[in-house]
């Protein structure tokens, strides 16, 4: 992909995939049809934070009722609280549904722009096999995931 | 019928503090905060913008939102009060409730329209128009079988694919007048309802996939093939219902693409994979546009040019940044 140029190197080690998913289970099935290693954000408040140590990209979905507050999940800016973590993302990939109107994908956005990171893709519910395909060639042609 | 309900006991008051499943609180929540009426929404502003629809597109746009009011009727009335019987808790009972009345305010809201903007004898015709419509009465009928039969799981499903399928036929007409800068202030409380009708389809099919992990794989099977099976019956009539309103004015092809695309979201609510190959769920752009601003924009990173980013240096944001 021509674009791979002008993003961010990656570190020695590649590029991994961290996602958040709720009891729906929604982001959590588009990543197991993506099929590349991936750390998940634990949902409950109580489980220790996860701390990641090479860079990666983030796939979330979006909260809320399409406005910007709740949009991020509460785990998703808990894991971003971490300094460490923030240092290491490297693009974000957000999920949701066009009925939320402009409110579509927003955790995306929000992400994208605090953390200064690219939007990479988004897609609705658990993504069609379009989404897994663009995805899949995104990451894997951009960066070498690792897990 | 092999699956069971545990039907609850009603004597037990309800306690919002000690959960059986986060979801409950997590969509109570979500709508409460979304909830709306349609005396919020400026409707009158739309009369110069109606008074340039012609006769047709006019009797079109009224007999559109009728379909829409029965179907929100039986949502309303129906559809919702069924699953309370079928319910894992008494939080998911509470949940209902609330959809049954959000779906009478939607229904109640098309007859806001109505008063604002049309004459009573062009409305009660389109009354009368959908009591001998056959495709909105087979949609209607198919719909309420599930209802009406005693299996839990058709009801959720027939109840997420007229959540989340059946309504699109209507809400394509005025999302293609918003997108022509025709009955704005209309299109937005139509925004209002499909949102809330996202978040019904989504937390419904939740609670079907939940139901659906404990049958055995038999039963999941057969659910499966009564599920598809109904999609394309309901598919099949949809299209006549389509052709039957949007013929006249060229609009039912792409009616078509938008029932492909949302009959897919409906499926994948369920827990199941799109039916309908991309090919065929390309929805008109400015369709698109004027459901979801900026959801067609080509350029997330991996589909588009990628010409539209600046991507900064990576500062790190502050902890207070986060506290939205």
């Known amino acids: ?147 | 019928m092999t699956t069971t309900t545990r039907r609850l006991s009603h004597v037990a008051a309800i306690n919002w503090n000690r959960l059986q499943d986060d979801k409950d609180l997590e969509v109570w929540n979500r709508l409460t905060s979304n909830f709306w009426l349609p005396e919020k929404v400026p409707l009158s502003n739309d009369i110069p913008s109606w008074n340039t629809l012609t006769p047709q597109e006019q009797r079109l746009t009224i007999r559109v939102f009728t379909g829409l009011t029965l179907l929100d009727t039986i949502q309303g009335s129906i559809g919702a009060p069924v699953l309370i019987e079928d319910a894992r808790t008494q939080h998911e009972e509470a949940v209902y409730t609330n959809i049954a009345f959000m779906e009478s305010v939607h229904a109640r809201s098309y007859s806001s329209i109505f008063s604002t903007l049309c004459t009573t004898r062009d409305v009660d015709d389109a009354f009368r128009w959908s009591e001998e419509n056959a495709p909105l009465q087979a949609k209607a009928e198919l719909i309420l079988d599930r209802y009406h039969a005693d299996d839990p799981l058709m009801r959720k499903v027939a109840s997420v694919f007229l959540e989340s399928f059946l309504f699109y036929s209507g809400f394509y007409l005025p999302m293609h007048w918003a997108s022509h800068a025709k009955l704005t202030n209309t299109a937005d409380l139509i925004r209002l309802i499909i949102r809330d009708e996202a978040v019904h389809g989504y937390y419904i099919g939740y609670k079907f996939q939940l139901a659906l992990a404990e049958a055995s794989p038999e039963r999941q099977q057969a659910v499966k093939n009564y599920a598809f099976d109904l999609m394309l019956e309901l598919y099949d009539n949809e299209v006549k219902y389509a052709e039957s309103l949007y013929d006249a004015l060229g609009m039912t092809e792409d009616v078509k693409a938008f029932l492909h695309y949302n009959a897919n979201k409906a499926l994948m609510n369920l827990g199941y994979e799109p039916l309908f190959p991309s090919s065929v769920t390309d929805v008109d752009p400015t369709i698109l546009a004027a459901l979801s601003p900026g959801a067609d924009e080509n350029h997330d990173f991996f589909s588009g040019s990628g010409s539209s980013y600046v991507i900064g240096k990576a500062v790190a944001t502050e902890d207070e940044d986060w506290a939205f």
């Open chain 1, 1 to 147: 992909m021509s674009q791979a140029a002008t993003l961010p190197t990656p570190g020695s080690a590649g590029v991994g995939l961290v996602y958040f998913s709720t009891r729906s289970g929604n982001t959590h099935r588009f990543m197991q049809a993506l099929g590349l290693p991936a750390s998940r954000i634990p949902l409950s408040r109580d489980a220790s934070g996860l701390v990641v140590d090479s860079p990666f990209v983030l796939v979330t979905p979006t909260y809320g009722g399409g406005g910007v507050k709740g949009a991020v999940p509460g785990p998703v800016i808990r894991f971003l609280n971490d300094k460490q973590n923030r240092q290491r993302l490297r693009g974000v990939i957000a999920a949701g549904n066009t009925n939320f109107g402009a409110g579509y994908c927003l955790a995306g956005r929000i992400i994208a722009e605090k953390c200064h990171v690219p939007l990479l893709h988004r897609f609705e519910l658990f993504g069609t096999p379009d989404d897994v395909a663009t995805v899949y060639q995104g990451v894997t042609k951009c960066w070498i995931p690792h897990a």
